[in-house]
């Protein structure tokens, strides 16, 4: 069965301590990755899209990466701004979309 | 075009009641989702509508509910009978679907219903 697992669950970072965020997908043919995030009470605000292996997209501090099994979001000097549950989703061949349970971030000033 | 709306964005019922929710999508997106969210966990897909067919229905979705998306626009979700189960965020999103020319799309999400079922 489709699967999406997000890791680390939480992580605690000190403003400007630069770090990654993992989601692996096990999926009947990827036809593309989703980057969200989501403060707490509101609905998931869109961040990236990636369609293939390689690809790499990029937004002020985040850079969200791809590959076969698994898309990182990179975060470079992150502020407390950047607080939030990051959310992966992949779309596979049938329309289908699976969402990762998120990884809650907490940037402390 | 201020991006997806839904109504209310609270509510709070009693058990056996009935409840509707109500989502407007971007104005010219074709497809149209809803998801449940429970706290810690990611959006589950209940069901979804390309323009007003409803084209897929999650094996969550029991019969107590139903959605609907007349002349596909605006579309609402019923729970009938409600339960304390019921309780949760119910996320409304919607995407532009090109032919079979554009192989993913991007939903994009409304602010969420939050209901509180006692």
């Known amino acids: 069965e489709d699967q999406v697992t997000q890791s680390p669950e939480a992580l605690r970072l000190q403003e400007g301590e630069s770090s990654s965020l993992n989601c692996s997908y096990t999926v009947s043919g990827l036809r593309g990755l989703f980057w969200y995030r989501q403060d707490p009470g509101k609905g998931p605000e869109f961040l990236f899209t990636?369609?293939?292996a390689g690809e790499e997209k990029e937004k002020e501090r985040l850079k969200a990466t791809l590959t076969k099994k698994e898309s990182f979001l990179h975060i470079t000097a992150p502020k407390p701004e950047d607080s939030a549950t990051y959310l992966c989703?992949?779309?596979?061949?049938?329309?289908?979309?699976?969402f990762g349970s998120g990884t809650k971030l907490n940037v402390k000033p | 075009d201020t991006g997806v709306s839904q109504d209310p964005r609270h509510k709070i019922t009693k058990r056996g009641q009935n409840v509707t929710f109500r989502c407007d999508p971007i104005s010219e997106h074709n497809r149209l989702y809803w998801y449940r969210q429970t706290l810690g966990q990611g959006p589950e897909f209940l069901t979804y509508f390309q323009n007003e067919a409803q084209l897929e229905k999650s094996r969550l979705l029991s019969d107590r509910f139903s959605a609907e998306r007349p002349k596909g626009s605006f579309s609402t979700l019923e729970i009938q009978r409600t339960e304390q189960g019921d309780s949760a965020m119910y996320l409304c999103a919607s995407s532009l679907m090109f032919g079979t020319g554009v192989p993913q799309e991007t939903q994009y999400f409304g602010p969420g219903t939050r209901l509180l079922v006692l």
């Open positions: 990636l369609y293939s």
């Open positions: 989703a992949v779309q596979d061949n049938f329309n289908k979309f699976y």
